[in-house]
């Protein structure tokens, strides 16, 4: 969670920089001021600028197309939240397949706590960075077979957020355990 934050952050500082430099730009090209300037040297050594005129359509567009680039980058780190996947409670067992293909999917998965958890990962990528499976929270390593289901059990006690990720870190998941009053109340 404070790795996503991280993100935001730092993208929205570059966006909003980016912002600030494509409005001057706009800003600049009004009245006849240009943004782009070339340099000449006179004969006393000093530089000599000259206006560079430039389109207004070609200034709007740039700026419509930084501004859209800005809202895409946004969209996609920020707001394209994956879907949360409910466990299946199965002879008192919260059940749920991952399939392990580029990543998790689904990625991220809700059970209740106190209930036993029994996630399937079924491995299809042939990546070693995804042949391994990591649980901290719950002490748990599992090597994952190509082409096959590999079960990992455990019981969430406490409401939270947990993270499954590869063997090397590049791949994450979160397991959203939440308290029974709650599950039942969504379930």
Not at 47 to 65: D, R, Y
Request: aromatic content about 8%; charged content about 20%; some cysteine.
């Amino acid at each position: 969670m404070i790795y996503k934050k991280k993100i935001v952050v730092r993208l929205t500082s570059l966006s909003l920089i980016m912002s600030l430099a494509l409005s001057t730009v706009l800003l600049s090209s009004q009245g006849n001021v240009n943004a782009q300037m070339s340099m000449e040297k006179t004969e006393a050594g000093r530089a000599k600028f000259h206006h560079l005129e430039q389109p207004l359509g070609l200034q709007i567009g740039v700026v419509v197309g930084g501004a859209a680039l800005i809202a895409l980058e946004l969209w996609w780190f920020v707001f394209s939240k994956k879907q949360a996947h409910k466990a299946e409670a199965k002879q008192g067992v919260q059940e749920l397949t991952i399939t392990v293909d580029g990543g998790y999917e689904p990625s991220q998965v809700i059970v209740s706590a106190g209930q036993p958890v029994r996630l399937n990962f079924f491995r299809k990528d042939p990546s070693r960075c995804l042949e391994t499976v990591v649980l901290p929270d719950f002490h748990i390593a599992r090597d994952l077979s190509l082409n096959h289901v590999t079960a990992v059990e455990f019981t969430p006690e406490k409401p939270g957020q947990y993270t499954f990720t590869c063997g090397m870190n590049m791949f994450r998941g979160v397991v959203e355990v939440e308290s029974p009053t709650v599950a039942k109340a969504n379930g």
